[in-house]
């Protein structure tokens, strides 16, 4: 099954830790355009549910968003309340509840070579994804 987002979407490979709570490691493809260039369409994300108080601004999280399965990066909460968006806009960004959240991306698989995305270099490269990456689209 196929859920399409605004410009990004994933496709449940493996599971949903929503729905099976004994799973503790979801895969999702990834398609579209909305994290270029970080992530081009191609890839496969390894996803770990994480506590809400865990995430940091630029963390690259799936959720639920308007019955669709999104990827993108972690811009804050408030309360119930969550917010992401993608690499692709400053501002536009989606409000979601916490129990939408499906977890942090842990690895990220391409062209059959795995990844690992925990870290210092990983945290190093998601802040600057997080504020630079609208200025990327300039170079399209």
């Given amino acids: 099954c196929v859920f399409l987002c605004a410009g990004h979407s994933c496709r449940r490979i493996i599971g949903d830790p929503m729905e099976n709570k004994t799973k503790e490691i979801s895969y999702f493809d990834v398609t579209g355009q909305s994290m270029w260039p970080f992530l081009r369409g191609v890839e496969r994300v390894?996803?770990?549910?994480?506590?809400?108080?865990?995430?940091?601004?630029?963390?690259?999280?799936?959720?639920?968003?308007?019955?669709?399965?999104?990827?993108?990066?972690?811009?804050?909460?408030?309360?119930?309340?969550?917010?992401?968006?993608?690499?692709t806009a400053w501002q536009r960004s989606e409000i979601f509840s916490s129990n939408d959240l499906l977890g942090r991306v842990v690895g990220i698989a391409h062209k059959d070579k795995l990844r690992p995305w925990t870290g210092l270099g990983a945290r190093c490269a998601d802040l600057f994804f997080f504020w630079c990456g609208p200025c990327f689209q300039i170079l399209r």
């Fill in 46 to 87: 390894v996803v770990r549910p994480t506590p809400i108080s865990a995430l940091r601004r630029g963390d690259l999280i799936v959720f639920r968003w308007e019955g669709k399965v999104v990827c993108h990066r972690f811009a804050g909460k408030d309360k119930e309340r969550l917010s992401a968006r993608p690499d």
